[in-house]
C-alpha cells in the first residue's frame, strides 16, 4: 500500500490570512495527487490533481488564485488557502494511488480548517 | 463513471453481518465496482474492488449480481468500529482519475 500524511491535522486562522496545508507520500514517490475538500455532512468533493513538476489541474469552480498547489517534488503537495474566509472551513484531504497500479487510491488523515 | 445509487442509512447490530446495497443499472462492460469508507473524521480507506465475480478480502465481501447492475458489500461480523459511511464507485480500473464520490450509505453499528 501506500502511506499518505497530512500536516497539520487541524487549524485556526484569521479571516484574511493564508493557510497551508501539506501532504507528504511517506513511502513512495507519487507524480500525481489529489484533493478533495469536505464539508459537514457531505460527500469528499475532488478540488485539483496535482502533478508534480507542472501545474494543477483545478476543477470547474475551484479558483485556483485562491487555492494554491504546489506539488515540487515526488514526495510532497502542497495546498495553500491564500485570503481564507469562513465560507472555506472544511476538511481538507489529500490522496494519492498505490505505487503498482491505480486501482486503489490511498487518503490521508485529512486537515480541518476553521476560518474565525 | 457509471451513477451509483445507495441508501442514505442503515443500522447493524454489533457481530450480525451487514449488507450493504448499490445500484449502478448504467454500468458498462468495462467499470468495476469500487468500495471505500470513511471513519468520522478520518481519510476514506478502500475496502474491495471486482468486476463479476464475487470477490472476498479481509475487511469484506462483494457480490455483483449476473447482470451487473446491483452490488452488496458484506462486512460479516460488524463491529463498532464499522461505523462509517460507505461509498460505492464504478469506474473503469486504472484510469488514473480521480474517485468521484456519491453521498454513500451511512452505517450504524449498535451495541
Known amino acids: 500500500g501506500a502511506v499518505v500524511s497530512q500536516h497539520p491535522s487541524w487549524v485556526i486562522c484569521k479571516s484574511g490570512t493564508s493557510v497551508k496545508i501539506e501532504c507528504r507520500s511517506l513511502?513512495?514517490?507519487?507524480?500525481?495527487m489529489f484533493w478533495y475538500r469536505q464539508f459537514p455532512k457531505q460527500s469528499l468533493m475532488l478540488m485539483a490533481t496535482?502533478?508534480?513538476?507542472?501545474?494543477?489541474?483545478?476543477e470547474q469552480g475551484v479558483e485556483k488564485d485562491k487555492f494554491l498547489i504546489n506539488h515540487a517534488s515526488l514526495t510532497l503537495s502542497t495546498l495553500t488557502v491564500t485570503s481564507a474566509h469562513p465560507e472555506d472551513s472544511s476538511f481538507y484531504i489529500c490522496?494519492?494511488?498505490?505505487?503498482?497500479?491505480?486501482?486503489?487510491?490511498?487518503f490521508g488523515p485529512g486537515t480541518r480548517l476553521t476560518v474565525l | 463513471d457509471a451513477k451509483t445509487t445507495q441508501p442514505t442509512s442503515m443500522d447493524c447490530a454489533e457481530g450480525r453481518a451487514a449488507n450493504l446495497p448499490c445500484n449502478h443499472s448504467t454500468i458498462s462492460g468495462n467499470e468495476y465496482v469500487y468500495w471505500y469508507r470513511q471513519i468520522h473524521s478520518q481519510g476514506p480507506q478502500y475496502i474491495i474492488h471486482?468486476?463479476?465475480n464475487n470477490e472476498t478480502n479481509e475487511m469484506a465481501s462483494l457480490i455483483i449480481t449476473e447482470d451487473r447492475k446491483s452490488s452488496t458489500l458484506i462486512l460479516p461480523h460488524a463491529t463498532l468500529r464499522d461505523t462509517a459511511v460507505y461509498y460505492c464507485i464504478v469506474r473503469v480500473p486504472n484510469s488514473g482519475y480521480a474517485l468521484n464520490f456519491g453521498k454513500g450509505t451511512s452505517l450504524l453499528v449498535t451495541p
Open positions: 490522496s494519492e494511488f498505490g505505487p503498482f497500479s491505480y486501482n486503489e487510491q490511498f
Open positions: 513511502d513512495f514517490q507519487a507524480t500525481t
Open positions: 471486482g468486476l463479476k
Open positions: 496535482s502533478n508534480e513538476g507542472s501545474k494543477a489541474t483545478y
